[in-house]
């Protein structure tokens, strides 16, 4: 059952906006004694009793005076949050079980410094705190880990300052309307890559071998990427007392077989293995130089490759 703490959360972040950029002003920014607060408060109220029962002058002037003092503290710490704008950035997507980084910019429009402003997920207590210049600008990231693949909205965010005395907690809650794109986590000993297919209008010839490397190789050059070179080959080389490098020749070998990641070839049935599997063979193929197409439920990409072609299949992967 949930406690009163955590339904009072559900219906404050219910009734918010969603919104990427908030500015903080008197609607919107709470306060409350700390419980050190609460307990400057018991020691002044008997500060106080003792002072009338005694007639102690030094004693009023005293309890007068750290009252006067939290008093301003309190004006000093809601003026501190007030006024910032919190702004943040769309988020870069990340892979299952990693955080998500959010990057917030809290900014002041006001010629005075904002100290201790801490930034954190509504709920969890890893406050990240920045203080902000006059007239600028500072940036506080705060990680996140979202439950699975997929695409998620963003928790509930929440900012606060118990600057100067920290016997007053001000702060906000805010609702980014930003989602982020989680790819799924990259199995950890995938099998080898699945051999390649003859290319449409050619030959049937023995596919390709089962480790994911094409059968073109040619002499090492100078100037080929080492993720080119056939360090297999190499080392059955060395062993035989020859140190000659060789490469793949992807010119041959590319045009007669490409590089298929299909759903249902995976070897399982399981879904989010399937997806896990075809994330690593992805990021391997990446690796490696080769180009690849990908095969899942309602989407088919061509053999390609490149950082455009790598997130459009990563993104398929996170959806299906």
């Not at 219906?11 to 607060?37: F, M």
């Not at 940036?139 to 693949?149: D, E, K, L, S, Y």
Request: with cysteine; glycine share 8%; charged share 15%.
């Amino acid at each position: 059952m949930p406690t009163l703490k955590q339904r009072f959360n559900a219906w404050l972040t219910a009734r918010l906006p969603a919104t990427d950029s908030l500015l903080l002003t008197q609607r919107n920014v709470y306060i409350l004694p700390t419980r050190p607060g609460w307990m400057l408060a018991l020691t002044l109220l008997v500060m106080l009793v003792g002072s009338i029962n005694y007639q102690l002058n030094l004693g009023y002037l005293l309890t007068f005076l750290l009252a006067g003092s939290a008093v301003v503290g309190m004006h000093v710490s809601h003026g501190t949050l007030r006024g910032i704008t919190l702004h943040l950035a769309p988020p870069a997507p990340c892979f299952a079980g990693t955080a998500a980084q959010l990057q917030i910019t809290l900014s002041s429009a006001h010629a005075r410094i904002r100290y201790g402003i801490g930034v954190a997920v509504s709920g969890h207590s890893d406050w990240v705190h920045v203080d902000v210049p006059p007239l600028g600008s500072a940036t506080a990231t705060v990680g996140w880990v979202p439950p699975g693949r997929g695409r998620h909205a963003l928790p509930a965010l929440s900012a606060e300052t118990r600057f100067p005395l920290g016997t007053f907690r001000v702060w906000t809650v805010w609702r980014p309307a930003a989602t982020v794109l989680v790819y799924p986590s990259p199995e950890v000993s995938p099998p080898p890559l699945p051999p390649g297919m003859p290319k449409a209008g050619t030959a049937a010839a023995a596919p390709s071998a089962p480790s994911g490397e094409f059968d073109g190789v040619r002499a090492y050059r100078r100037g080929d990427p080492l993720k080119a070179v056939v360090w297999k080959r190499v080392a059955q080389a060395m062993a035989r007392g020859s140190g000659d490098l060789v490469s793949r020749d992807n010119a041959s070998a590319q045009h007669s077989h490409e590089l298929w990641l299909d759903w249902q070839q995976t070897g399982t049935a399981d879904t989010e293995l399937r997806a896990s599997r075809l994330t690593a063979w992805l990021l391997q193929a990446e690796r490696l130089g080769q180009s690849y197409g990908l095969r899942v439920p309602g989407r088919e990409f061509p053999p390609d490759q490149g950082a455009s072609h790598r997130l459009h299949c990563l993104e398929a992967l996170a959806l299906c």
